[in-house]
């Protein structure tokens, strides 16, 4: 089972506050979440269940006839993959990957890939580019030790792998890597090969070229 926490996103991604007003911030959250969505349909990998009570994030769930699992108390990723966890455990699911809604880079194979390489019984770990969060993880099974998610939450995750003497796979993948948080991470974004919706918003956002830069970023009018 996939899992896809959504907090609400009418007030998603604080961080960038410095950079994007709010109405910009939820439209790139909406944004994301749909090249995620869609990456994760087009690698037919295993069922997706959004953990969420976010209004778009339920309707986009019902436009591809996801599963929901419902986080009425919407208090934190960590929480609601605590109870999604518990609730795949009730239903017999013996493996769980947790994917956020803020990798808009993440490729259809990359999910294939995660399944490929992960062990019998084990973890596979995907690191953030700068090796400090985890923006994918594999358990088999389910419940093999419990998540944390946050800034540094890398670390904590491959010490708690180890520590079930399972076997751990750390995969490096370049476009589930890259979580937007930061001004610096729409830059990383925009310059990125591709035209993925995020990408274009970045771009008409004004991310990803400078005054002394080829202006091909630019926002088109």
């Known amino acids: ?20 007003e709010q109405a910009d911030r939820t ?5 994301m979440l749909k090249d995620v969505i869609e990456a994760l ?14 209004a778009f994030a339920l309707e986009l769930a019902r436009e591809h006839n996801l599963a929901v699992i419902h986080d009425e108390s919407n208090i934190s990723e960590t929480d609601a993959i605590e109870m999604a966890t518990r609730h795949c455990k009730s239903r017999g699911i013996d493996c769980t990957v947790v994917i956020p809604g803020d990798i808009p880079l993440i490729a259809a194979a990359e999910v294939r890939a995660i399944y490929a390489n992960a062990p019998q019984n084990g973890t596979v770990l995907v690191p953030s580019h700068d090796k400090r969060g985890t923006n994918a993880v594999l358990r088999r099974p389910a419940s093999l030790f419990s998540l944390r998610f946050g800034n540094d939450s890398f670390t904590p995750h491959l010490a708690a792998a180890i520590a079930t003497e399972k076997t751990c796979v750390v995969l490096s993948l370049a476009g589930i890597a890259l979580d937007i948080d930061t001004a610096e991470d729409l830059h ?5 090969q591709g035209q993925k919706p995020s990408q274009i918003l970045a771009r008409k956002f004004g991310f990803g070229y400078s005054d002394n830069e080829n202006s091909v970023f630019a926002a088109k009018p």
């Open 1 to 20: 089972m996939i899992l896809v926490p959504i907090k609400n996103l009418a007030n998603a991604k604080q961080r960038l506050a410095p950079a994007l």
């Open 27 to 31: 439209e790139l959250a909406h944004t």
């Open 41 to 54: 349909v087009e690698s037919s990998a295993d069922e997706i269940s959004m953990v969420t009570a976010d």
């Open 188 to 192: 990383a974004l925009a310059r990125a």
